[in-house]
C-alpha cells in the first residue's frame, strides 16, 4: 500500500463504509467494470454525479478491490459482487469466474486531483509531486527496480518503463477530474495545459487495464470528440448503465428505512427523492438521506455539501424567461426545455464572461444536481432543493426578493384566510404587489395567479393544492384539499380570480360552474370556504369575498372586505355576516 500505488486512504475510507449503521452494498459495478478490463475500446469510463453522490466511495471500492497488495478477499467475497448480477446462468457464472479473477489482481493509481493542489505555486508542480509519490512507491514495492536509477520528471515516461520491467499493468482511478478546470484560480493556459497531460495519462497507454474517472462536469462534446475522445461518459442527462450505483434507489432507501426506527420511507421521499434516471426511476441523494438517518431528523442538509450562491447568481442572469421559470419550478410545476450536456467547454465560454444561454444554463443546473431532468422536461428534484431555491430568492439587489416576502407571509395568509379575516388578506395582498408592482402596470389573469400561488405558499404543508383542476362544469383558478391526515374535518377552500371586476362575480363563477361538487363522495367532510379575490388595476388594490358552507352546502357566514363593497357601493365595514 502507497501514496499513490494502491491507496493507503482510499482502503480506509472503503473499510469505514463497511463500518456504518447505513450501508448499501454497490458493488455490482465491479461486475460491471470487470467486462471491460483490457478492452481497448471500451476500458475508459468517465461517470459524472453532482457533489455528495457517492463517486469517491466507488473509487475507494475500486481501489480496495483490485489492489493486489490490499488484501481484500474475504470483504467482497460478503459482497453482492461475489455472486454475480446476471439473470442469465452462463452470463452470472462469467462474472463470477471474472470477480475472482480480478480480485487484487492489479496494482491500482489513485489521483485525487482536487488534493492539496494550492499547495503547489504552479501545476506543473502539483504534478511533479504525484510523479515523486509515485517514485517513493516503487522504492517500496520494486525496489530494485531499474527504474528508479533512470527515474524522470515525467509520470507516463515512469509508468511506461515499470510496465516494460514488470509485465503488469495498472487500474488507473481518477477522483475530481475536473476541479482545475472549474477552479477560477487557475487560467486557461493552465486548463489547457492540464487536459493535454490527461490525455498524455490515459490515451492510448499500454499500461493501463481500465480507467475509472469521475467528478461533477461532464468532458463535453469539443473534448470528447478530440482531446478525451477514448472515454464512453455517463452524465446526469446521459446515464442509462450505471444511475442506480450512485444515490440510492427506493429499494434501498426502504432497506435502509428497516434499520431505523424512527423515520419511515415516507418521510424521507418528500425531502430528498426526485432526482430521475433516463427511465424515470427515482434517486435519493445519498449524503443527505445518510445524515437524516443518523441524525433521525428531517431537515435541510443540502447547504452542507456547498454554496448555492451559485444558483442566486444564475436566477440574477438577465436572460429572457429565466426568473419566470424558476417561479413555475418552485411552485411545483416542470419546464419544457431541450437540454444537452454542460461540459468544460462550457465552463471556458464562461471565464471569458460570455452569459450561458436558457439551455446551457439549465443544463449546468442539472449537473450539478439543482434541477433534474426527464422525458424533456426539468423541475426542481425535491423539498431540500426547494428549500434553497426559495433561499436564493432572499436578495435585497434582485426583483426576486417581493416573491420570498410573499413565501415568508404566507403562513400568516392561510391563517388569517381560514379566520375568514377578509380585511387582513387584503392588506397582505396590497402590501405584497406595491412592493412589485405600481398602479396602472398591466396584470393579466396568468400574473395574478402567481401572485395567489405565493401569497399561500406553504399551505402546501397541509394541503394538496389544484391548480385549473376540472372539478363541476369548469376548472377552478386553485383548489385546497387538506391532507389525508386531516381530510375529515380540514376546511376545503375554493378561490377564483377576477381582475377589474368584483369578488362577488368571482364567487358567483363559483357557484355557476359548481367546483365544489362531490367534495362529500371523496372523503371531505370539513366546511367548504368559497373565496373570491378582485384586483382592481386602476387602483392597485384587491377586495376579498368569503362565503362559508358546511359539506352540504348551506351557507354559514359571509366576509367581504370594504374595498369589494365599494365596487359594489354598499357603504358598510368590514364585517362578518352569520347565516
Not at 490490499?70 to 448480477?85: H, N, P, T
Not at 424512527?262 to 445519498?286: A, C, H, P, R, V
Not at 416576502?405 to 405584497?432: F, G, P, Q
Not at 358546511?550 to 355576516?577: C, W
Amino acid at each position: 500500500m502507497g501514496l499513490v500505488i494502491d491507496n493507503i486512504d482510499m482502503r480506509e475510507t472503503f473499510k469505514g463504509l463497511l463500518e456504518e449503521k447505513y450501508f448499501i452494498d454497490k458493488s455490482n459495478i465491479i461486475n460491471d467494470f470487470n467486462k471491460l478490463i483490457n478492452r481497448n475500446s471500451e476500458k475508459y469510463v468517465c461517470i459524472t454525479k453532482p457533489r455528495r453522490f457517492g463517486k469517491t466511495s466507488i473509487a475507494a471500492m475500486l481501489v480496495m478491490y483490485y489492489s493486489k497488495s490490499i488484501d481484500s478477499k474475504e470483504i467482497f467475497d460478503k459482497l453482492k459482487v461475489s455472486k454475480g448480477k446476471s439473470s442469465d446462468i452462463k452470463e452470472k457464472e462469467n462474472e463470477i469466474k471474472q470477480y475472482k479473477e480480478y480480485q487484487g489482481k492489479y496494482h491500482t493509481i489513485y489521483l485525487d486531483l482536487s488534493k492539496n493542489v494550492f499547495s503547489f505555486e504552479t501545476l506543473d508542480a502539483f504534478i511533479s509531486s504525484i510523479n515523486m509519490e509515485l517514485k517513493t512507491d516503487i522504492e517500496e514495492l520494486y525496489p530494485n527496480s531499474k527504474v528508479l536509477n533512470a527515474y524522470k520528471d515525467n509520470i507516463v515516461y515512469n509508468l511506461k518503463k515499470l510496465y516494460l520491467e514488470t509485465d503488469k499493468k495498472f487500474i488507473l482511478v481518477i477522483d475530481e477530474w475536473d476541479y482545475i478546470i472549474t477552479n477560477k484560480e487557475f487560467s486557461n493556459k493552465e486548463r489547457n495545459n492540464y487536459i493535454n497531460f490527461l490525455k498524455y495519462l490515459i490515451k492510448d497507454n499500454s499500461f493501463l487495464a481500465f480507467v475509472y474517472m469521475t467528478g461533477i462536469t461532464p468532458i463535453a462534446k469539443e473534448l470528447s470528440q478530440s482531446t478525451l475522445n477514448c472515454f464512453s461518459e455517463y452524465t446526469m442527462l446521459n446515464d442509462d448503465q450505471y444511475y442506480e450505483y450512485f444515490g440510492f434507489t427506493e429499494e434501498e432507501v426502504q432497506e435502509l428505512c428497516s434499520k431505523n426506527k424512527n423515520l419511515t420511507f415516507e418521510d424521507l421521499e418528500s425531502w430528498y427523492n426526485g432526482y430521475k434516471s433516463y427511465d424515470g426511476k427515482k434517486i435519493f441523494n445519498t449524503w443527505s438521506v445518510i445524515h437524516a438517518l443518523n441524525k433521525n431528523t428531517i431537515k435541510n442538509y443540502w447547504s452542507l455539501t456547498g454554496s448555492f450562491n451559485e444558483v442566486k447568481r444564475m436566477i440574477n442572469y438577465d436572460i429572457i424567461g429565466v426568473k419566470e421559470d424558476i417561479l413555475e419550478m418552485i411552485n411545483g410545476n416542470e419546464i419544457e426545455v431541450q437540454l444537452e450536456n454542460y461540459g468544460v467547454e462550457d465552463i471556458r465560454k464562461e471565464s471569458e464572461n460570455n452569459e450561458p444561454v436558457k439551455e446551457v444554463l439549465y443544463s449546468k443546473m442539472v449537473t450539478f444536481g439543482y434541477l433534474t431532468y426527464y422525458k424533456g422536461k426539468i423541475s426542481i428534484p425535491n423539498e431540500e432543493l426547494k428549500e434553497e431555491f426559495i433561499k436564493a430568492l432572499n436578495d435585497k439587489k434582485s426583483d426576486m426578493q417581493y416573491f420570498y416576502d410573499m413565501i415568508k407571509n404566507s403562513d400568516e395568509m392561510l391563517e388569517v384566510t381560514l379566520h375568514k379575516n377578509v380585511k387582513r388578506m387584503c392588506e397582505i395582498l396590497d402590501k405584497s404587489h406595491m412592493e412589485k408592482i405600481s398602479p396602472g402596470d398591466r396584470l393579466d389573469h396568468g400574473n395574478l395567479k402567481r401572485v395567489i400561488d405565493y401569497s399561500y405558499f406553504n399551505a402546501r404543508a397541509k394541503y394538496d393544492i389544484k391548480e385549473e383542476s376540472p372539478d363541476g362544469h369548469g376548472r377552478a383558478d386553485v383548489i385546497f384539499l387538506p391532507k389525508e391526515k386531516n381530510k375529515v374535518n380540514g376546511e376545503i377552500i375554493i378561490i377564483e380570480l377576477k381582475v377589474n371586476s368584483t369578488a362577488k362575480k368571482a364567487i358567483n363563477q363559483i357557484h355557476q360552474k359548481k367546483y365544489y361538487n362531490n367534495l362529500k363522495e371523496k372523503g371531505y367532510n370539513g366546511n367548504v370556504l368559497l373565496i373570491g379575490i378582485n384586483y382592481d388595476q386602476k387602483e392597485g388594490k384587491y377586495s376579498c369575498m368569503i362565503e362559508e358552507y358546511d359539506i352540504n352546502m348551506k351557507k354559514l357566514s359571509t366576509s367581504e372586505s370594504e374595498a369589494e363593497r365599494k365596487r359594489r357601493n354598499e357603504p358598510e365595514s368590514d364585517v362578518v355576516r352569520n347565516n
